[in-house]
């Protein structure tokens, strides 16, 4: 079936919709001459690089011999099992223990988006991004990449001199687009600047051999930086284009496979089962898993990808412009700069073009089911996972996110964020100043009450008062602060910093008080969770605070 949308409705000309399977092939591989990306999609999709995404015929040749090159590396094979080893490790394993250590509903959807993320910055640069971790604190890139691709989608269907306009204003959609491509373009200059760092400070040999990062294997082609013009520009517009692949094309797979999964508990089992039988875990690796000969043991787990990615393709359609006029194999004829659309996920299944297909077919399709796989094996042998109570009542079928990739909408919620409330008072119980802080992520009690014990710190610090009191209603956190201890847990870095402050006091006490007798803190910390990040208060308390200032005072 091709249908013809006419220009009265989409206001980017005529174009052609299908999911014929000959048609299909005629244009992503028999006629692809014919059929380049075309002008349009580079103006589209300018917010993901005009290099390896957007190229076209001969341009994109050329640069497909490189990106070949360097997905096909031994040297990159070796790294790719380091990348996700420290992601797994440092990343996935203990944000997911938090979770059920303290029994803290998680948003799958953003764990999965944050570990492809910091894995795609490894392999960009070698260094670990850190944005999976304990609390899932604010990521700008995240945010800049899910705004670009719903943006984008609008971009498809409004009037390119509208969009255009608005552009040019400033104003509505493109105005979150044009952010999104700054918060993308610094995050691209900031991979090249550490990479030129870290390339000045470090040998060859102390850097490794057997590593093998995508900045460093671009910059050391010749042919390849002998073609282009602006070097860094170049670098820039390639580390973008890695940034959506290896991001946002390739992470909502995982979250539809566990949505898929709680549906149909069978096939958990089996997958289960085959986790069993083939990665048998060793003393030294007892938990993750990435080891590649043994993931590509994975093929239930495979075949499970695979049928998800039939059925929900992260990228929903794909758009040619064609070159010449032409007839498809279903009889339509295609006249000259008309756009045909590929739609890819209503071909279920009837072919498996998730990473497209023929000459164009997506040079990283095992490095990005290696690294699937590890992400999902790791998490199903380790842990059992439950769609949240009010989730599953509320939105039974999953529903994709308007967006030109398919995420889930509404199903797991947005970032969370919690509150740090600090009440100061002098020695008689007299109200001197608060704060209430907001800040990203779901965390346990005891890392609020760390980061309030830190946040009061330092304000008094500024103060150079030299006796305090430190007060809190977690018993565990007093009590390490007045024992002067620190342990591995989550907040052992706010704890370090606490314990090494206390001593530019002359004196301080650290006392225990129940929850009741704390309310005007717990007060600060609700108002924290409506404000955007901090507000404090000197002299006299805020008026939501006013009364339980008043009962303590009175209180003996």
């Given at each position: 079936m091709s249908p013809r949308i006419p220009s009265a409705w989409f206001g980017n000309r005529d174009m052609i919709l299908t999911a014929d399977l000959a048609n299909v092939q005629h244009l992503l591989s028999t006629n692809l001459s014919n059929y380049p990306k075309g002008p349009d999609t580079r103006r589209i999709f300018s917010a993901y690089g005009q290099i390896l995404f957007a190229a076209d015929i001969k341009d994109w040749r050329f640069h497909r011999k490189f990106a070949l090159a360097f997905f096909h590396n031994q040297k990159l094979q070796h790294f790719t099992v380091r990348i996700n080893q420290?992601?797994?490790?440092?990343?996935?394993?203990?944000?997911?223990?938090?979770?059920?250590?303290?029994?803290?509903?998680?948003?799958?959807?953003?764990?999965?988006?944050?570990?492809?993320?910091?894995?795609t910055f490894m392999m960009i640069s070698g260094k670990n991004r850190g944005s999976l971790c304990v609390g899932l604190p604010k990521d700008v890139v995240l945010e800049a990449l899910h705004d670009a691709s719903d943006v984008i989608l609008l971009?498809?269907?409004?009037?390119?001199?509208?969009?255009?306009?608005q552009r040019w204003l400033g104003v509505g959609a493109e105005k979150r687009l044009s952010k999104a491509c700054e918060v993308l373009d610094d995050a691209a200059a900031k991979c090249i600047k550490i990479w030129k760092e870290q390339t000045s400070n470090i040998s060859k040999s102390e850097h490794g051999e057997?590593?093998?990062?995508?900045?460093?294997?671009?910059?050391?082609?010749?042919?390849?930086?002998?073609?282009?013009?602006?070097?860094?520009?170049?670098?820039?517009?390639i580390v973008k284009g890695i940034i959506f692949a290896g991001t946002d094309t390739a992470s909502p797979v995982l979250s539809w496979v566990f949505w898929l999964l709680s549906k149909n508990p069978i096939?958990?089992?089996?997958?289960?089962?085959?986790?069993?039988?083939?990665?048998?875990?060793?003393?030294?690796?007892?938990?993750?898993?990435?080891?590649?000969?043994?993931?590509?043991?994975?093929?239930?787990?495979?075949?499970?990808?695979?049928?998800?990615?039939?059925?929900?393709?992260?990228?929903?359609?794909?758009?040619?412009?064609?070159?010449?006029?032409?007839?498809?194999?279903?009889?339509?004829?295609?006249?000259?700069?008309?756009?045909?659309?590929?739609?890819?996920?209503?071909?279920?299944?009837?072919?498996?073009?998730?990473?497209?297909s023929g000459p164009r077919i997506c040079p990283g399709k095992e490095l990005a089911f290696a690294r699937l796989?590890?992400?999902?094996?790791?998490?199903?042998?380790?842990?059992?996972?439950?769609?949240?109570t009010k989730i599953a009542k509320d939105q039974p079928v999953a529903t994709p996110a308007t967006s030109i990739i398919l995420r889930m909408k509404h199903v797991f919620s947005k970032y969370g964020?919690?509150?740090?409330?600090?009440?100061?008072?002098?020695?008689?119980?007299?109200?001197?100043?608060?704060?209430?802080?907001?800040?990203?992520?779901?965390?346990?009690?005891?890392?609020?009450?760390?980061?309030?014990?830190?946040?009061?710190?330092?304000?008094?610090?500024?103060?150079?008062?030299?006796?305090?009191?430190?007060?809190?209603?977690?018993?565990?956190?007093?009590?390490?602060?007045?024992?002067?201890?620190?342990?591995?847990?989550?907040?052992?870095?706010?704890l370090d910093y606490i314990l090494?402050?206390?001593?530019?006091?002359?004196?301080?006490?650290?006392?225990?008080?129940p929850r009741q007798a704390n309310v005007p803190v717990h007060l600060l910390v609700r108002n924290a969770r409506s404000i955007s990040n901090i507000c404090s208060w000197s002299s006299s308390p805020p008026p939501f605070l006013s009364s339980a200032i008043l009962a303590d005072l009175s209180s003996p």
């Open positions: 420290e992601v797994l490790e440092k990343g996935l394993v203990p944000v997911l223990d938090h979770a059920s250590e303290h029994r803290v509903t998680v948003d799958l959807q953003d764990v999965f988006q944050r570990a492809m993320l910091d894995a971009r498809h269907i409004l009037p390119e001199r509208f969009w255009m306009f057997e590593s093998l990062d995508a900045i460093t294997f671009f910059y050391n082609e010749e042919e390849f930086l002998e073609s282009v013009g602006e070097q860094d520009y170049t670098m820039r517009e096939v958990e089992s089996k997958i289960r089962e085959e986790l069993a039988v083939n990665l048998r875990a060793t003393e030294s690796r007892t938990r993750i898993f990435f080891d590649l000969k043994e993931l590509k043991k994975l093929v239930y787990l495979h075949a499970a990808m695979c049928e998800t990615l039939r059925l929900f393709p992260s990228s929903p359609f794909q758009s040619r412009t064609c070159i010449k006029a032409d007839l498809l194999p279903s009889g339509h004829h295609v006249k000259a700069n008309k756009r045909v659309v590929i739609c890819t996920n209503a071909m279920a299944r009837m072919r498996f073009v998730a990473f497209s796989k590890a992400i999902a094996a790791t998490s199903l042998f380790n842990y059992q996972f439950h769609v949240g964020c919690s509150g740090v409330g600090v009440v100061v008072r002098d020695e008689w119980g007299n109200f001197v100043a608060s704060s209430s802080h907001k800040i990203f992520g779901i965390f346990s009690p005891e890392v609020i009450e760390a980061y309030a014990a830190k946040t009061a710190i330092s304000l008094l610090l500024q103060w150079k008062e030299p006796k305090i009191i430190l007060e809190g209603d977690s018993l565990k956190i007093i009590n390490m602060i007045k024992l002067m201890e620190s342990d591995d847990s989550t907040y052992r870095v706010l090494l402050s206390l001593q530019s006091f002359a004196a301080w006490e650290a006392n225990w008080v």
